[in-house]
């Protein structure tokens, strides 16, 4: 053991779905001294990052409270009762007991639950492992249309018929622009990745316009903030639509050369017109005339092709995508949108005005826009850079998601996954909202659950559904590196290593770098990796020779890829490479920085982006159209909408045990109310208040607070249920998959993604999760009331 200070890299333990960093992990003696930003090569030396949590993460693996030993219930499933054995128990009675339930109710009664969205880093092994065993032994993955990030994907899949590519971007393109709409997020709180280079996109002279529900932040930090009403922000789009097509200021160009915008639609039956070799039309204002256009970006005739007016061809009246667009934009009045959304009429237009004119200009999407209706939300505001030609243009785009990243990194992951190739998986997926209506009710075929990765019965909105499904299990295993409210409710609880103990590749996200997690320290108690967990268990299970390799083995398949960036590497990569060096540069470029729609090829079947979606038609949306929220402000009885949005200095559920982040937090829950409100509640600072609803309550204390606009009730999202005086958020938010929020709309979306040749499967399509499915964190109401002074009435 040296006594000299030495580092490693280490996955963040902060490390949640949108904001991802490596950390430079010190270490004297065999402890963790600290962690610092990681500094990558150049030309990515200043872009290494860290924030307050990143900080406080190396006080994690200390921490009294982590799970130390693998356990087993002692008593009633969450009595809290538990028995601490050894690995070789609990393995061997986990895989005695999944047998039996495999021989008595078919493998496919055993679920997995793998939302890796807060398990550093994303893609590791501790999706690979059990990836690979549920493909080898078979079992249900839930996790199709799962209701979590959907509207980017709806938009992207329609317009340019990707999945996941066009909602990456390096966030050091923000760098330059002149005008950020932030709009339905909260980066500067909560995306620290992003907000580094928010900062920088200021200080090089940007204007930051924050357009949100809560003064957070990110409202602090912006030049300018406009409150809307929660849930309508696709009106505010529209209106903007309507401002640039009303006052011509749309990019003509960009969008002749790279949308359908000129495209002609029959009257008659809404579908694009076509000539029976599948050519399209346009109309040629030189020529006076239809011309043709071929699929997959044939040319045009001529220069000047219309947008607008009404045309016939052989009889049949044709309209220009964009005319149509215009029509329907122009009922989005102005006095319309300012009802919707509570905006006032000049403020729409000073949007509107701003965003098309600005020279360069982006919009940031994130998930304050997660009510029922955000599929349609995001796909009106990735229009408004269509509109303006902003896609792809150096400075300027719209980001859906801040999902922020380099060049994306691929690694040879699908041997892993998938030992016997695609079409010999045994895992079997099923469509949330389906897996939800069997698996919750007494009939249940669903006999034994492992939770490897998430906290569901936190985290996944209607804690009771959680309950009844967990009531129908045989066997539940959580793995995890805390005891959460998932765990209280196992069978077997199995302690993971936290990423400051094992080795893993980390490969995405890094700017453009392959970085090696090395172990910063020996792993606490009894804590094992899970390539450990899941080649014992696979052992146990007869599938022993498929695991029989060292993390380090498994590092190497992953390295031995032909994907380009990191194939042509002199010498090649591999394991020993990495240890040596630690961090290694892929072959990417610096310039230009990843920006999906950078080379502007589609592949569509006009080869162009296509903001006209004859598949959506039957539903009256192959224009973008406002939806309704699903319950916000619908009901008498709980008048108010709820938010349980994050909290700064935890990740989810993570760091909500460290005395430090919840010191930081505030020392308990609260939940926050508008003054206004509190007047008319006849509450005051500090009361114990209930939020309830039809299906649940959560009991903290109060907090009057201007940053939280009237008729909205805040609680925080991220503390344990034990940490709440009683009851959860996760009580009474609505389910988001489920049949009701998952409509024939999002029916449709699963049919046509299935239809274009992808997979049902996440175990095999690692990210058909977010298709055919829509977000409704937001959309449910409550009431509030003092607590005590009920429970004494
Ligand atoms: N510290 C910390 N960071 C995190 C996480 C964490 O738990 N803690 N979680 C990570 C994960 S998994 C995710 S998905 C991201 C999410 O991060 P964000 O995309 O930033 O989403 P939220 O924090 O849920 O919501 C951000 C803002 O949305 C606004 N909002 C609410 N309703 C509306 C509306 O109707 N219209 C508009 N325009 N705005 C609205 C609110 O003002 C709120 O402050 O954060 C990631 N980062
Ligand atoms: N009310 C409400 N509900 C929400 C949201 C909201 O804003 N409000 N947000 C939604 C969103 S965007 C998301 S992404 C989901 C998140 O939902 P989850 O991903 O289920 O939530 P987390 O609490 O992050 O769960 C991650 C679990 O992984 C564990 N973990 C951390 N590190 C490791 C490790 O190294 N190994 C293992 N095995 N486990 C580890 C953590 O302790 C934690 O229990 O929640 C959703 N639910
Ligand atoms: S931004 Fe996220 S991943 Fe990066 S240091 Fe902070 S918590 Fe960790
Ligand atoms: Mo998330």
Redesign the pocket.
Known sequence: MSSEESFVYTACPGW???DYCALKTIVKDGKILRTERVIYSDPEEPDGHICQKGCLAARMPYDPKRLMHPLKRAGERGEGKWEKISWDQALDEIAEKLQAIAEKYGKDSIVYWTLA??VPPSNGFTSLMVNRFANLYGGTNPMASIG??NGPFYTTFYTVNTAFLHILMDPRNLIGTDLLYIWGCNPIENQMRAAQNIVRAREAGAKIVDIGLIYDGTAGYADEFYGIKPGSDSYLGMAMIDYILANGLENKQYLRDYSIAAYMVRDDNGMLLRDADGNFFVYDEDKAALTNVAPAAGAYSGNNIAFYGHYECDGVAVTPVLQMLKERAATYTIDVVSEKTGLLPEHITKLAKEWAEAKNAFIATG?GLRYANANETCRILNLLGILTGRLGTPKSGVIEGLQFQSYPIVTNDGPINMPNGPDNVKSVSVRMPDWFEIAQTDASPYKALFTPNGNPVHQQPDRQRWLDIIKNMELVVDIDVWMTDTGELADYVLPDCMPFEREELISSACYNHLVLQEAAIEPQGDVRDPVYIWSELAKRVGLGDYFDKTIQEWIDVRLDTDFPAIATLEPKVDYKRLKAEKMIRVNNPAEPKFDPYMDKTFDTETGRMEIYWERLLEFDLALPRPLPCYKVGSSTEYPYQLFTGRQRFFM?SSFTDDPINIKLSGDTPSTRINPKDAVELDLVDDDKVEVYNDRGHVVTRLEIDESVPAGTIHVWFGWRRSQFEEGTYAEITTQCSNKETAGPVEDKWFADWLAAGHVQNPFVEMISTEIGSTDAYWDSYCNIRKYAAEKEA
């Open positions: 949640g779905d949108h969205a807060g979590l990030d998930y989810q």
